[in-house]
Nanobody, 131 residues
Framework: DVQLQASGGGLVQTGGSLRLSCAAL????????IGWFRQAPGKEREGISC????????????YYEDSVKGRFTISGDNAKNTVYLEMSSLKPEDTANYYC????????????????????WGQGTQVTVSS
């Protein structure tokens, strides 16, 4: 069975940092684009970051939604089959449930387009930023 295990959420003050982890069990994250969506109460789900699959020819492509660009960094650890989302300079508007996803297309196109038809979704991890 494939599982995406998201963790690392919590309560942090404005300006603080958190690192979310998405551990992929049952699939190789080299073969999938791994992304992060978030959804706050009463708001639409939004795709905020993604790292493409590996084609072996160079670095993987990354994507950041404008509101997180420059504050969030996505990276992967091949040995641990885990993708990380480093979040810094957190703001109250970052408060949401964060979900990691895996998509066999390999590109980040679906995350960019806020499409929900990913191959796999992990459970959410709650991030709360206090003002």
């Amino acid at each position: 069975d494939v599982q995406l295990q998201a963790s690392g959420g919590g309560l942090v003050q404005t300006g603080g940092s958190l690192r979310l982890s998405c551990a992929a069990l049952g699939l190789s994250f080299d073969d999938y684009a791994i992304g992060w969506f978030r959804q706050a109460p009463g708001k639409e789900r939004e795709g905020i970051s993604c790292i493409s699959s590996s084609d072996g020819s160079g670095p993987r492509t990354t994507y950041y939604e404008d509101s997180v660009k420059g504050r969030f960094t996505i990276s992967g650890d091949n040995a641990k089959n885990t993708v990380y989302l480093e979040m810094s300079s957190l703001k109250p508007e970052d408060t949401a449930n964060y979900y990691c996803v895996a998509d066999s297309w390999g590109s980040c196109a679906k995350v960019v387009a806020n499409r929900g038809d990913m191959d796999y979704w992990g459970q959410g991890t709650q991030v709360t930023v206090s003002s």
